[in-house]
């Protein structure tokens, strides 16, 4: 059985729905004192505010959370799993990080996909990709007053990137490979993220005011 670059789009979309879901519910519960309403609402807007942001900018409107239902309900569900799992104690922080990991590499290939199917050059394409991955994140971060971690974590966006840009390019090189285009891209992204994690790697930043290098 042959898959479609849509069907596979639409795929990596919903599983990071799922897994954004559950993140958000999962920061919800460690960082702020909300009840259910509000684990539930950070939830949803984690899962698809990216998604929202890259179909209003392609112009897929109304967005694909509004039109179809499993966008919704897989994100709710998601989010209500995550409010019951997260009850049990000292379970958080590591499933937290991987399912970030998670949605921001299939957010990143994803969003790519769609954007290039509506038109778009490689490099809008890699940005929306990127966006995408992002955009959920960023929104619940504000939310709970943290800084995003698009801002401040060591290789969040940079991984996103790469992941798009796997994915732009091997459609560019040959559109019967954007299949395999999309896991590579994926699997590359949700790599560098998890070393970055695992061995506190950080994007190069700025020097602030009074230091010096060396």
């Known amino acids: 059985m042959v898959l479609h670059v849509a069907e596979v ?4 979309d919903l599983l990071g729905v799922f897994a954004f879901a559950v993140n ?5 519960v460690e960082k702020t ?4 309403v509000g684990i539930l609402s950070l939830g949803i807007i984690t899962a698809l505010g990216g998604g929202i942001i890259r ?17 919704l309900g897989i994100a709710a569900g998601g989010a209500l799993l995550a409010f019951f799992v997260s009850r049990l104690p000292r379970l958080l922080q590591r499933p937290m990080l991987v399912l970030d ?32 991955a992002v955009g959920g994140g960023t929104i619940r971060d504000v939310l709970i007053r943290e800084v995003p ?7 969040y966006a940079i991984p996103a990137i790469i992941g798009a840009t796997i994915t732009v390019l091997t459609v560019a090189y040959d559109p019967r490979l954007a299949v395999w285009g999309a896991v590579v891209g994926a699997v590359v ?6 070393l970055g994690l695992r061995y506190n790697v950080d994007a190069p930043t700025g020097l602030r005011r009074g230091e010096r290098h060396g």
């Open 101 to 132: 990991a998670i949605g921001l590499s299939v957010f990143a290939v994803s969003g790519a996909q769609k954007a290039l199917a509506f038109g778009l050059s490689p490099a809008p394409a890699i940005l929306l990709g990127a966006v995408t």
């Open 33 to 36: 004192r909300v009840d259910i």
């Open 149 to 155: 971690s698009v801002l401040s974590s060591g290789l």
């Open 9 to 12: 789009a639409r795929a990596l």
């Open 189 to 194: 992204c949700f790599v560098i993220r998890m």
């Open 55 to 71: 179909d209003l900018c392609i112009g897929s409107v109304p967005p694909a959370a509004f039109t179809d239902r499993y966008y």
């Open 24 to 28: 958000g519910a999962f920061t919800a």
